[in-house]
Nanobody
Framework: VQLQASGGGVVQAGGSLRLSCAAP????????MGWYRQAPGQEREAISC????????YYTDSVKGRFTISRNNAAKTTYLQMNSLKPEDTAVYYC????????????????????WGQGTLVTVSS
């Protein structure tokens, strides 16, 4: 597995989790990294993105102000700090490497030609 998400678990509403996405065997320096999630019975959605250099970021409205994406290219790892978690954040969270350095300006393009990693389950109890 070249891209592995970890850090999921069960947390109470209002709590925090930090997800990690490790890419030990993959080149990530020149590409955006994204976090996505898929709740039961729903389509996968793009929730956050960070550009190759870490300057540009994107958050979907539902996580803005609560989640923070970051990356350490030397460690080939991307992070998602999730605070003030809500039950509706319950989902399998996936990371992916994009095909270009910059995050898509149109979130609809966030799924094009990305390299998917395995997911990690986040469960937020009320």
């Amino acid at each position: 597995v070249q891209l592995q998400a970890s850090g999921g678990g069960v947390v109470q509403a209002g709590g925090s989790l930090r997800l990690s996405c490790a890419a030990p065997g993959l080149t990530v320096d020149y590409y955006f990294m994204g976090w996505y999630r898929q709740a039961p019975g729903q389509e996968r959605e793009a929730i956050s993105c960070i550009s190759s250099g870490g300057v540009g970021t994107y958050y979907t409205d539902s996580v803005k102000g609560r989640f923070t994406i970051s990356r350490n290219n030397a460690a080939k790892t991307t992070y998602l700090q999730m605070n003030s978690l809500k039950p509706e954040d319950t989902a399998v969270y996936y990371c992916a490497r994009g095909p270009v350095p910059s995050c898509p300006t149109d979130p609809g393009h966030a799924f094009e030609n990305v390299y998917w990693g395995q997911g990690t389950l986040v469960t937020v109890s009320s």
